[in-house]
């Protein structure tokens, strides 16, 4: 049962902008912390940002400054907004609860900052 569902990515050239979104139709989510993570081919998955039920939000060194995290309880969706895109954001990005849940690990979207 697909409960959530990235979208989003794509290829863009360094210095572009993406805005990732997360579908949440099993209401994961919901009261709980979440949180966009991403996986570079050969490297372990990493926490790019989290944000909690109440809108609190953290960031990876990395990507502050540049990524905005956010959340619509009201829709069920979770953005992450990527500005000035690097190469070495290129990735597939994940959504899913902080602290993530094995089960809850959907398919991903590709990020791929080339120029």
């Known amino acids: 049962q697909v409960q959530l569902v990235e979208s989003g990515g794509g290829l863009v050239q360094p210095g572009g902008s993406l805005r990732l979104s997360c579908a949440d139709s099993g209401r994961i989510f919901r009261f709980n912390d979440a949180g966009w993570y991403r996986q570079a081919l050969g490297k372990d998955r990493e926490l790019v940002a989290r944000?909690?039920?109440?809108?609190?939000?953290e960031y990876a060194d990395s990507v502050k400054g540049r990524f905005t995290i956010s959340r619509d309880n009201a829709k069920n969706t979770m953005y992450l907004q990527m500005n000035s895109l690097k190469p070495e954001d290129t990735a597939i990005y994940y959504c899913?609860?902080?602290?993530?849940?094995?089960?809850?690990w959907g398919q991903g979207t590709q990020v791929t900052v080339s120029s």
């Open positions: 944000i909690t039920s109440t809108g609190w939000t």
């Open positions: 899913n609860r902080y602290p993530p849940r094995g089960n809850f």
